[in-house]
Structures are given as C-alpha cells and as structure tokens.
C-alpha cells in the first residue's frame, strides 16, 4: 500500500508518465475495504481506531461545514472514536441551499466561522462561539465566499470571494475586523480566487485563483496585492502586482487551476495545488518562485501542512484519496477515504492525525475520516451530512490518566 | 414520501393517465422527482421514481404537448448543475433524454416552458437564461436578459409566462415585466425586452423587498415575496401577495393585497376567479379573486377556504407543522406540495349560499 515517489527540484513539469498507476489503486482500496465499508453503511457514527498501537492518547475536535444541508458539525475523535457531538444549522433562507462552504477556526480557539456562500445575491461570513456555538456577529461580503484565514492575533479574517458560477470577471479578498464583523476592504485580485493562508507572521496573506492561474500575495497591514505569480505550466514568473486579472482563455490549455495555498509553520514555504494538472508546487515563500513541482493523483483540491512541518497531505478530488507526502524524503502515499469527492484536510497539532472531509454524491450523506500520519491508515470515519467540505481544527486535549 | 418536497406540476400524458410530478429536497432525498399516478384522486399511486444527480430538485415543469418536462438541478456532486430533460414518451415512467449544463453551472432555481423556448433562473448570474429546445435531445443556451447589466447586486428567483409576456420575480428589483412577443415592445420569445417594473418594500420588523413569485390572471398579478429571519418572523417566515393591476402593462401598481398575518406565502395559482397560496406555515389559502379587487383582501373576508397540510410524526419530518410549498387546481381539485409532508390531494366545495 506505501506508493513512493520522489520529487524533483526542478521548475519543469513532469510527464504524465511519472502518475500513480492506475493498477496499483485496487490494491490500496482492498487494504482499506473495512473501513470504506463502514463509512458505506451510513450508520456507523464513530468507529473506533482500529488497533491499540493506534490508540489515541488525545481528544481531537474539529468543525466541518456541510454544503448542501446547511450546516456544520462539531465532530470529537479520541479512543472511543468519531463523535458528531452537535450539527450548528447555518444559512440565510432555509427554503433554499445556501451553501456553508468554507469554515475556520480562530487562533486562540474562541471563536469559529463560516462562510455562507449563496446570499441574495452576496454571501456572508457568520462568527461562532466556540462550545456553546453560538452566533456572534455577520457580515456580507462578495459573491460565493469560499475559503477563510484568520491573522495569528485574531484581528483580521480574509475570505476570498470565489465567484464560481458569475461571469469570470476579476474578484476579490475581504478583509474584516473580525471583532466587530465589519468588511474593511474588498482587495480584487483575480477570477476565480479559491484557498486561503496567512503566514505564522501575520504580515502575508496568500489566495490561489483558479480562473487567472495565479498565486496571490496581499500584505496584510496595507490591505493590497504585493505580489503575483503565473502558475501556468512553463509560463511561470512574477507579473506587475497592479496589472489586470488574467481570464481563464488567456492562461493557455495546459493550467495549474490553482485551488489551494498553505504556508509551512516557518513561513519559509508555500505549497499550491494544482487541480487541473495534477501537481503539488513547493513555492520559495521569499523570491516566489517555483523550486519543486511534481505528480500527484486526481485532481488534488485541499493542501495541509503538518505542524511539525514533516508532512504535505492534498485531497485528491477525483480519486477519493489523499496523498501524503513525507516533504524531506519526496516519498508519497496514497490512503484511500471512505466515500468519493474527497474534499478537504486539517491535520492535528500534534502532528499525528489527518482530518479529511468527503463531499460524497448526490443525496449520499458524506464522511470525515481519520488517518493516521504514521501508519498511513485511516483509523475512523463517520457520517455527517450532505456535501461535507471546509473543515477547521478546534483543539487537543491530551488524555489524563483515567480519563 | 421519503424525502422533503418541493415543487409539482401535474397534468394529462400521453398515455390519458394523469400525473404529478414532484421535486425533492436535500432532507431525505434531493436527487429524485417523483412521479405519481393521480388518475383517481382518490388512490394516488407512486408510479415510478427519477434519480437525478442533485442535492434539490427544486422545479419541473412539462411542455404543451406533454412530450419532454425539464427538471432543474442544483448542488451537483461535480458542480454541473443545468437543467435535465425528461421523454415523457412513458409519462408514468420518465427517462432522462438530456441535460445542459452549460452556462448553468451555479444551478438552475426554477424554469418556466414557452413553446420550444426554456426560459431557467440561473443562481449565479441571477440572469434570465433563454434555452432552445426545439430538438429536446440537445438543448442549447442561446441567449440571457438581466436586470441592470453588468452589476451583481441583484437575485432573480422565478419566471412566469404566458400571451407574449413574461412575468419576472427579481427580488429586490421587484416584479419586472418582459415582452416576448406580445408586440408591445418589439420583443421576441429569444430575445425579450424591458416592458415595466413594479419594486415595492414591505416592514416585517425591517424592510424587505424579496419578489418570490408572480402569477398573471385577468388585469391582474398576483406576486409573493418570501422573508425569512426577520424579526416579525416569530413562528417561521413572513410575506404576503402583492395583487398588481397590469391593465396599463406599461404602467403597473400594486392595488390589494392578502396577507395572513401570521404566515409567509409561497407560491401561488389562480383559476376561474379563486387564488391558491401556498402559505408555508399557515398551510393552503383558498381566496375569491373575482371583480375589481382593492384593498386588504384578508380583512375583506375573501379567503374561502384553507386546509392545514400538516403530518404526523410517521409520515412527515415536521409532525403537525404545515409547510405548503406549491399549488395546483386539476380537474376539480386541488394538488399541493407540502415540504414536510409530501402531496396533498384536496378538494373544495364553494360556499352556497344560504336559503332561507
């Protein structure tokens, strides 16, 4: 089941021929039938771990929003197993799907938000308690905001309006008082902007943009774009930051479709997805600049970072699997998830565990599953509702003994 | 019913049988439009059931000659959303003849068929997309007509048409009426034009304007607005119907209006002088629309008659809570879509009058 392959520092793109085989999948999905199965019943809420080295010796939480059934869960993993211990109901006009897309997690823990992505038309980010779940404030934004970072101090939360289904004109980044819900700034920085990550530093806040192909970076004491970079295969470089959104006809056929950004814990590095070519970038965070690139699985969509900056886990849309990447080795492998259209990743900060959310298929409620970084086996899985996607991590609470 | 309903549409196929076609929503469901044989009202049967790849089927509607119907898709699994056309060549079991997804990806809330012309309200861009479906195996997008180009502060969430104009519900831009073909303005089915507006704002704790739904009858529209979370809303949503006198359709105003005080209207029906609301919480509103019509028409006593479509705690997911979703008068009665509790066949004998 361990599928290795080694990156290449190298700013070329790599041949098609360098993919994971598609022979080899059926074996890797046979070495997890027991766990995909029980996610498959849909009545399993909680399986526990499956093996005592395995044995968690915390209690994890963590927020998932779920798409179509307007709402997010508040799931707890420990040795018992998942627990969807509350489902916050979420959105605008309950007549309708509103769309709970993104959700993130306050650094110090108190508060948590989500994006509601289809208004009338604008959407809007919601402020939550964390624990009681209680509203604490609203504010609109831009159409079909997605993804959500929030400023090491709490201060500031930036949400990248998406605009997935408009007209693909150049959109934007709000930039809110998070204390107040108050929208400072609509900074416009592409079409389609998608991901969002602020470095442990506070000062940069980066967006991919799957319409123009581009990595983003917007200083987050000026509110403006200071840097661009083209991530379209063999064109890549820094354009004019201040220069128009490059439209989707113009980025050429081959292209990155960017939809995610993640900074490792020393600021040093920035890792993109490219969904639409199947590739992981590893990104100077100082020069902005491509050093790494190389193959992944179908359709890679969400990226996390472990905190002990060890590993490189992306969700693999198409593929209903994760890569995990040991980022010193190159060495990656591929777990498979309990139901299809795996969406996003969160990892533990104790490094241990991949939380990962599965959208699953039309009316099929979908999962969160539990990987374990080390074995590389998925651990737990429970159902929650329709379309699970943005997922944030709350906290750890380390086991006492008799506890 | 195993999931949440949303709209109906219920006719005569080719078969001779009669049928009602019911949406579904993501409680329990979302990825189905029921069909059911309705032939004896009295013995509703499930004839057969459609899997379609949404989270809601939210509307459908079925051409003059009840060949194709044109089901509406939001939430799909790979974002394609669009539209889905059903061969009713077997009307008591549909298939899925096509689809068009292009340009429609956002999802598509509600359609309304004029001849071969679809016209879909599209969640993304809150235009109005004008679908060909002279050939129902490939449909094709051919055109849109919006409000106020080229901003995006605006949310389209229905159509209605018929005689050459249509009838747009644009929210906050209110009631915006189109020539397609009425000769007023020089508007075709294809490419429509600007007619008249009616924007009105009405106070349920704060003001909203919210156009949900409109419905054309004699010298008259009937328009919902729908509200939900404000804070008169202390049972559920609050909005009621606009009655607009259109006799000068270029010069449209709003003349009456019916509002159950402690309900929110959803959408409407009018036939032979009686209006049919789906009014969410307060169930299915029965009201006598005939001659002039001014004023408050609840106070008036004009409302007839009403049925609380309510279930129980074993047949539906809100026991004992009406949620009337949409209706429609058939040959003498009435059908209605209830989101908790599925299909409703009702019938309502007019009052007579006393003889002393």
Known sequence: MRIARTWRRSARPLGRQAALPWAVLPTVLLLLAPAAAAAQTGGQEGRPPSASANTPTAHYWVYVANEASDEVSRVRFGPEGLEVERNVEVGMLPADIDGAHGVTVSPDGLHWYVSVAHGTPFGEVWKYTTGSDRLAGKAKVGMFPATMAVTPDGQYLFVVNFNLHGNPVPSSVSAIFATGMQELSKIETCVKPHGSAINRAGSRHYSACVGSDLLVEISVEDLSVTRRLLLTPGREGLLDPTGPAVDEQESGSARCKPTWVVVTPDDRWLYVACNGNRELLEIDAGSLSVTRRFPTGIGPYNLAVSPDSRFLVATLKGQQAVAIVDRASGEERLVSTSRPVTHGVVISPDSRYAFVSNEAVSSTRGTLDVIDLRSGELVASAVLGLQPGGIAFWKMEALTSGS | ?356
């Open chain 2, 1 to 356: 019913m195993s999931s949440e309903s949303s709209d109906l549409w219920v006719f005569t196929g080719l078969d001779g049988r009669d049928y009602a076609y019911l949406g579904t929503m993501p409680q329990g469901g979302g990825e189905r439009l029921y069909v059911w044989d309705v032939t004896d009202p009295t013995n509703v049967l499930l004839s057969d059931s459609v899997a379609i790849d949404a989270r809601r089927v939210n509307d459908v509607k079925v051409n003059d000659d009840a060949t194709w119907a044109v089901v509406t898709r939001e939430q799909n699994s790979a974002r394609g959303n669009g539209i889905v056309v059903l061969d009713l060549s077997d009307p008591g079991h549909p298939a899925v003849l096509s689809e068009l997804t292009e340009n429609l990806t956002a999802g598509v809330h509600n359609v309304w068929i004029n001849g071969d012309i679809v016209y879909a309200v599209n969640d993304g861009t809150n235009a109005l997309h004008i679908l060909d479906l002279s050939e129902p195996t490939k449909p094709a997008h051919i055109g849109i007509w919006e409000i106020r180009p080229g901003e995006e502060d605006k949310t389209l969430h229905d159509v209605w048409a018929e005689d050459g104009l249509a009838y747009l519900s644009y929210w906050d831009d209110g009631l915006v009426i189109l020539d397609i073909g009425a000769g007023i303005k020089g508007g075709t089915s294809t490419k429509p034009r600007f007619v008249s507006q009616v924007k009105y704002r009405v106070d349920h704790g704060e003001e909203y304007g919210n156009t949900h739904t409109a419905f054309r009858y004699g010298n008259y529209v009937f328009v919902g607005d729908e509200v939900f979370g404000c804070s008169a809303c202390v049972n559920g949503p609050r909005g009621y119907i606009h009655v607009i006198d259109v006799s000068d359709i270029e010069n449209p105003r709003e003349v009456a209006k019916y509002e159950v005080p402690e309900a929110g209207a959803h959408n409407v029906w009018v036939e032979d002088d009686i209006l049919y609301v789906a009014y969410y919480q307060g169930g299915l509103r029965i009201v006598d629309v005939s001659g002039e019509l001014r004023g408050d028409l609840y106070r008036q006593g004009r409302e007839i008659g009403s049925y609380h479509t309510a279930g129980t705690a074993e047949d539906s997911y809100t026991p004992n809570q009406a949620f009337a979703w949409g209706p429609q008068p058939f040959k003498g009665n009435i059908f209605v879509s209830d989101n908790s509790s599925g299909l409703w066949v009702l019938h309502h004998e007019p009052p007579r009058p006393l003889i002393p």
